[in-house]
């Protein structure tokens, strides 16, 4: 009972816009992430509102960080998407909460990067190559995909580091179910969420440094990724 009090009062701080009572999956899932939300809410003061989709389209995924006026928007989109929980498909049901709560922290860094003005922008040191007006289309295309995947890397070393924070025994295997799902679907090629030159830059947890703040661990290793990122 005293959990069920907790979860709802956590709930309300961040925002919940639901015209109907939460299924057993999102109750399932926001559980999971509310070490995350509360850390966001509480330690980091970051803008962030939950919300629930009516109905799923065909190509939403189950968790997914938008921007609106100013405030993040993590939406879950499951009802009436049967293929919700296929991410997690083939893992053992002990483990799932741990995937779960990664993938929050993800939208959480997500979320971190929008409310520090930083979304997109590259760090100091970092210069994006100039285009050339001949081909100025096709590197728009390709520099939109790169600025992507950029933020996929910095969120994925997030939910690493807070996973090493966290739950440092079973970083391995959170470790290792991310660089599975990144994989890319095509040798050779690395889409949006091809984050892999990050990923391999953190195959223990040893690789963050404890007496650093959460995110400066992340950006440690997001800034040597951006030099593999070609």
């Known amino acids: 009972m005293i959990k069920r009090t907790l979860f709802l009062l956590l709930l309300s701080s961040v925002g919940l816009a639901s015209a109907a009572p939460l299924t057993d999956m999102e109750t399932r899932w926001l559980t999971a992430g509310s070490a995350v939300l509360a850390y966001a809410k509480q330690e980091l003061k970051l803008p962030i509102d939950i919300t629930v989709q009516p109905q799923a389209r065909a190509t939403d995924v189950p968790l997914a ?49 929008y409310a520090q003005g930083v979304w997109h922008a590259l760090p100091a040191g970092f210069e994006q190559p100039a285009q050339q007006p001949a081909q100025e289309h096709a590197q728009e295309q390709a520099q939109a995909l790169r600025l992507t995947r950029r933020e996929e890397g910095f969120a994925d070393l997030v939910a690493l580091a807070w996973t090493q924070h966290r739950h440092p025994q079973d970083y391995a295997a959170v470790a290792a179910w991310m660089r599975q799902v990144r994989q890319p679907a095509t040798a050779g090629t690395a889409g949006s969420h091809g984050t892999l030159a990050w990923l391999q830059l953190a195959p223990s947890g040893a690789a963050f440094d404890p007496a650093q703040p959460l995110f400066e661990q992340a950006a440690s290793l997001w800034r040597q990724g951006l030099l593999r990122d070609e």
Request: glycine residues 10%; negative net charge.
């Open 65 to 113: 960080l938008g921007f609106q006026d100013g405030r993040c928007k993590l939406v879950l989109s499951m009802r009436g998407n049967p293929a919700a929980e296929d991410i997690l498909a083939g893992l053992p049901a002990e483990q799932r909460p741990l995937m779960i709560e990664a993938m929050v922290a993800h939208e959480i860094g997500h979320c971190w990067r």
